[in-house]
């Protein structure tokens, strides 16, 4: 779907909310193409947080977010919608792929400078570019099989040589005097709801399989498949992958069991994956306890389950625990999310300590939302 242009009421709507903002605050909303090509409508302006657009609360204008993962919030975005988003203290240039992968969208990037516009960025979903993110984790993850200093130097040089292609990637877009709107016209809307099924156990061949994976690369490296559930027990779907220290990219992840190319992550969540798939990686040095980064790399973005199995230096299983979808988890996320917009409203050190101290209780619920299964 061609874009010619976006109200220019919509963004100066941009601009000004995010000169409002200030303290390097951005501002986003979904837009909406309509039928002569042009960025006519958008939802509510949402006000960047500590990590940036709260993407639960900016999709909860579309759908009902309560009980939903992102991915099955993000399959009620309409097929003419677009992110639009504000960078403060930028030109508008869109320096990498990683927001089109995981929306499968258009992407609007509006740079702001000294109170007023700076540019209108574009970038289109294109299969190539899919790709392209694809080698990107690829790279990220090459440094750490590097065995001497020139091995490094080499995967160092391809990565900045596709940091240089990015730059090519962006189109500059107009403005229209078509006035914004805040009503939008739905085109092709589909939605998914992804099950919860209880996790019990996990195959003890298929545990230790990853751990002896997890030792065989070694240096801390977690290693990852998905897996599949029966009766609730996880049991073997794909082949391991090999993830960075402390995490596996999404794409990677997913590469075990489906195909990926040319595929943005949306639709790799939500039409390839099996919605009965759980994600399985491993802890080195830890016992499976997980954390607030688990259940978001899991459960809270995809939907699906996560187990993770802790082992020793000397690959002795330590124990394995799954975090599963949930209502208190998609709770935690929101209410997680609206601290992330309260700590910049707060006018006292006593109004902040309160927020801080609730933001590490909240990571400290999602620990307590993990449940030893059985390794059998």
């Known amino acids: 779907m061609e874009i010619k242009a976006v109200s220019q ?210 240096q801390g490296r977690e290693v990852a498949m998905m897996g599949r559930i029966e009766d609730g027990r996880v049991v073997s779907q794909g082949q391991i992958v090999e993830g960075g220290i402390g995490f596996v990219p999404s794409r990677l992840l997913a590469s075990s069991a489906v195909d990926i190319s040319q595929k943005s992550l949306r639709k790799i969540y939500s039409e390839l994956v099996p919605e009965d798939a759980v994600i399985v990686h491993t802890h080195p040095g830890g016992t499976g306890v997980m954390h607030i980064g688990d259940a978001n790399a899991g459960p809270g973005t995809w939907g699906r389950a996560i187990v993770a199995i802790g082992h020793d230096a000397k690959g002795k299983i330590r124990g394995a625990t799954v975090v599963e979808s949930g209502d208190k988890l998609y709770q935690l996320a929101d209410e997680d999310e609206q601290l992330g917009l309260q700590f910049f409203q707060a006018e006292t050190p006593e109004r902040e300590a309160e927020i801080r101290n609730r933001k590490f209780g909240i990571a400290q619920e999602y620990t307590g939302l993990c449940k030893p299964i059985q390794i059998n």
């Open 9 to 218: 009421e919509i963004v100066d709507m941009l601009v000004q909310r995010t000169t409002e903002l200030s303290q390097g605050r951005n501002a986003g909303c979904l837009g909406f193409i309509d039928d002569t090509g042009f960025v006519s409508s958008s939802t509510k302006v949402i006000d960047g947080g500590l990590n940036g657009i709260p993407l639960r609360i900016m999709l909860s204008h579309i759908t009902n977010m309560e009980g939903k993962s992102l991915i099955e919030g993000m399959s009620s975005v309409p097929d003419n919608a677009v992110l639009i988003m504000t960078r403060p203290g930028k030109t508008g240039l869109i320096t990498d792929v990683s927001g089109v992968d995981f929306f499968n969208l258009p992407i609007i990037s509006i740079g702001v400078k000294n109170n007023g516009l700076a540019g209108i960025g574009l970038i289109m979903p294109k299969e190539e570019y899919f790709d392209l993110a694809t080698e990107s984790e690829m790279l990220n993850l090459a440094t750490l099989g590097s065995v001497t200093m020139d091995d490094e130097k080499e995967v160092l040089k391809k990565s900045n040589l596709l940091s240089l292609k990015y730059l090519e990637l962006t189109t500059e877009l107009g403005v229209s005097n078509k006035n914004g709107s805040d009503e939008y016209t739905s085109q092709h809307e589909h939605t998914i709801d992804i099950p919860r099924i209880k996790i019990n156990a996990i195959d003890k061949g298929l545990a230790r399989d990853l751990v002896d994976r997890s030792m065989e690369v070694g």
